[in-house]
T-cell receptor
Framework: AQSVTQLDSQVPVFEEAPVELRCNYS??????LFWYVQYPNQGLQLLLK??????LVESINGFEAEFNKSQTSFHLRKPSVHISDTAEYFC????????????FGSGTRLLVRP | NAGVTQTPKFQVLKTGQSMTLQCAQD?????MYWYRQDPGMGLRLIYY???????DKGEVPNGYNVSRLNKREFSLRLESAAPSQTSVYFC???????????FGPGTRLTVL
């Protein structure tokens, strides 16, 4: 079975500072990896995904994540955050054997302060 | 193009009452999902439908039933609501098994 661990439930940071949201997963089979973002009172939106190829993936709004197979991690980073990045971020995995199911981490609330 | 829509947005039930949460997508997606979101637990899969005419249990199916009415619609039914089912419920859909899942805005359910 797969599992996803997001160790930080909340990360406070000042505007324009860098941030890293940590995600570790466990799985006996190869997986695909995702980061979703949830703004207050909204559904989830895909931020970025790793399926294959380059281990560094980027989003259109400046976030990036690096797949590290040896450390089973998929940490999310942004070099300079904005107030508008305040949201909850979820890491998720799905098996490569087409089981269709996403397994989510418990989420990390990013709080950007002015 | 409305994406994934859910009704109702809010609902309060008494213990033992029943209700159906509705979900529809207009993106011609094959697969649809129902999740519940509880504080500190992320999203957990209740049921999913890989294609029209099929449904399967997810991680937390007890107390729920689903119907894939057609390719567009996937409903979630609570036959006898319990306080433990107080949660925010999200419907999602995807065109492929490893593609982006598109989420609806959610239904906030309170069971008293």
């Amino acid at each position: 079975a797969q599992s996803v661990t997001q160790l930080d439930s909340q990360v406070p940071v000042f505007e324009e500072a860098p941030v890293e949201l940590r995600c570790n997963y466990s799985s006996s089979v190869s997986v695909y990896l995702f980061w979703y973002v949830q703004y207050p009172n909204q559904g989830l939106q895909l931020l970025l995904k790793y399926l294959s190829g380059s281990t560094l993936v980027e989003s259109i709004n400046g976030f990036e994540a690096e797949f590290n197979k040896s450390q089973t991690s998929f940490h999310l980073r942004k070099p300079s955050v904005h107030i508008s990045d305040t949201a909850e971020y979820f890491c998720a995995v799905t098996r490569m054997d087409s089981s269709y199911k996403l397994i989510f981490g418990s989420g990390t609330r990013l709080l950007v302060r002015p | 193009n409305a994406g994934v829509t859910q009704t109702p947005k809010f609902q309060v039930l008494k213990t033992g009452q029943s209700m159906t949460l509705q979900c529809a997508q207009d993106m011609n997606h094959n697969s649809m999902y129902w999740y519940r979101q509880d504080p500190g637990m992320g999203l957990r899969l209740i049921y999913y439908s890989a294609s029209e005419g099929t449904t399967d249990k997810g991680e937390v199916p007890n107390g729920y039933n689903v119907s894939r009415l057609n390719k567009r619609e996937f409903s979630l039914r609570l036959e006898s609501a319990a306080p433990s089912q107080t949660s925010v419920y999200f419907c999602a859909s995807t065109a492929t098994t490893v593609g982006e899942q598109f989420f609806g805005p959610g239904t906030r359910l309170t069971v008293l």
